[in-house]
T-cell receptor, first 113, second 114 residues
Framework: DQQVKQNSPSLSVQEGRISILNCDYT??????FLWYKKYPAEGPTFLIS?????DKNEDGRFTVFLNKSAKHLSLHIVPSQPGDSAVYFC????????????FGGGTRLMVKP | DGGITQSPKYLFRKEGQNVTLSCEQN?????MYWYRQDPGQGLRLIYY???????QKGDIAEGYSVSREKKESFPLTVTSAQKNPTAFYLC?????????????FGAGTRLSVL
């Protein structure tokens, strides 16, 4: 049973517009969430994270929103750039249970010039 | 500069052969992890180690083995018991404790079966 799900396998967006990537989770014990970006044949790189005590965290063009009641988080990229084209993974963890991350299946973002 | 180094980048395994994937980190991280990624899928945890000389099975440990004799090194052996080893293998590390659980990844090893 997947505890972290990214229901959209792919997303296509025009350059300059907003990209919204979604992630749902089922385990109410998760209290820390991360987004990773991955290019083909490379390892994922950490992008942004959010603790469950917050509902929003912003870093430049990237903002993560957390809706605990809906067990849903989203990553907003504004404005989207062609270099943002990659696979984005959301991950979740329980801070008091060690450093284990549970990953979603990923969403491939394509930003068209 | 600090980071995680995985080698080789590409590896081919013959049927019945054991192969070992290398992972070295100079970030002084206590915890290290091995993941497997299949096409179009997310990362699945194979093994993890939170401290030297200790490691635990992840979700898909069958057919794999690890060792953690040094803090910097966490090699993964894909044994002949792993019937479907073709995948992209990722090693990661993180600091230990109640810090934010950010894991840092190597560039990966792509394993194929001949």
């Amino acid at each position: 049973d997947q505890q972290v799900k990214q229901n959209s396998p792919s997303l296509s967006v025009q350059e300059g517009r907003i990209s919204i990537l979604n992630c749902d989770y089922t385990n109410s014990m998760f209290d820390y969430f991360l987004w990773y970006k991955k290019y083909p044949a490379e390892g994922p790189t950490f992008l942004i994270s959010i603790s469950s005590i917050k509902d929003k965290n912003e870093d430049g063009r990237f903002t993560v929103f957390l809706n605990k009641s809906a067990k849903h988080l989203s990553l907003h990229i504004v404005p989207s750039q062609p270099g943002d084209s990659a696979v984005y993974f959301c991950a979740a963890s329980v801070l008091t249970a060690g450093n284990m991350l549970t990953f979603g299946g990923g969403t491939r973002l394509m930003v068209k010039p | 500069d600090g980071g995680i180094t995985q080698s080789p980048k590409y590896l081919f395994r013959k049927e019945g052969q054991n192969v070992t994937l290398s992972c070295e980190q100079n970030l002084n991280h206590d915890a290290m992890y091995w993941y497997r990624q299949d096409p179009g899928q997310g990362l699945r945890l194979i093994y993890y180690s939170q401290i030297v000389n200790d490691f635990q099975k992840g979700d898909i440990a069958e057919g794999y083995s690890v060792s953690r004799e040094k803090k910097e090194s966490f090699p993964l052996t894909v044994t002949s018991a792993q019937k479907n080893p073709t995948a992209f293998y990722l090693c990661a590390s993180s600091i230990q404790g109640l810090a934010k659980n950010i894991q840092y990844f190597g560039a990966g090893t792509r394993l194929s079966v001949l």
